[in-house]
């Protein structure tokens, strides 16, 4: 394979990873915030913190969709490099133009890779709150 497009790979793929990382990260700081509001609720006996919680989740939820579509997008653009000759090479990072289908923010988020993970996350919210309504 040619210098040329092997580096333009390297670059789009680079690009997917840290597409993935941030992922990765954002369900990671879901996960903390949604348990520090928890333990906060539990401390004070509060259940409005319980209840920030209902606009962390779909925030953190939105902003991992925007990635997983970033992601998608640039999985795209790197399957089009991947078929063209060394001369077609002119290192464009611009995969804005495989946006469509499953690489749109609504489908990346109510895609299967995400549903599951923010659903439960919801779900536990809404059984917490309800633990502290009928416990206290």
């Given at each position: 394979?040619?210098?040329?497009?092997?580096k333009?790979?390297?670059?789009?793929?680079n690009?997917?990873?840290?597409m993935?990382?941030?992922?990765?990260?954002i369900?990671?700081?879901t996960?903390?915030?949604?348990?520090?509001?928890?333990?906060?609720?539990?401390?004070?006996?509060n259940i409005?913190?319980?209840l920030?919680?209902?606009?962390v989740?779909?925030?953190f939820w939105?902003?991992?969709?925007?990635?997983l579509?970033q992601?998608?997008?640039?999985?795209?653009?790197?399957?089009?490099v991947?078929?063209i000759?060394?001369?077609?090479?002119?290192f464009?990072?611009?995969?804005?133009?495989?946006?469509a289908g499953?690489?749109?923010?609504l489908?990346?988020?109510?895609?299967?890779?995400?549903?599951p993970?923010?659903?439960?996350?919801t779900?536990?919210?809404v059984?917490?709150?309800?633990?502290?309504?009928?416990?206290?």
């Open positions: 394979m040619e210098e040329k497009k092997l333009h790979l390297e670059f789009i793929q690009t997917i990873i840290r993935n990382s941030n992922s990765f990260m369900k990671g700081w996960i903390t915030l949604v348990a520090a509001l928890f333990a906060l609720a539990a401390k004070d006996a409005n913190y319980v920030i919680s209902y606009i989740i779909p925030i939105g902003l991992d969709g925007y990635f579509a992601e998608r997008q640039y999985r795209g653009l790197y399957d089009k991947r078929t000759n060394n001369e077609g090479i002119d464009s990072m611009d995969a804005s133009s495989y946006a499953k690489a749109t923010w489908c990346s988020v109510f895609s299967i890779t995400l549903i993970f923010y659903l439960v996350s779900g536990t919210a059984g917490v709150m309800f633990l502290f309504k009928y416990l206290s």
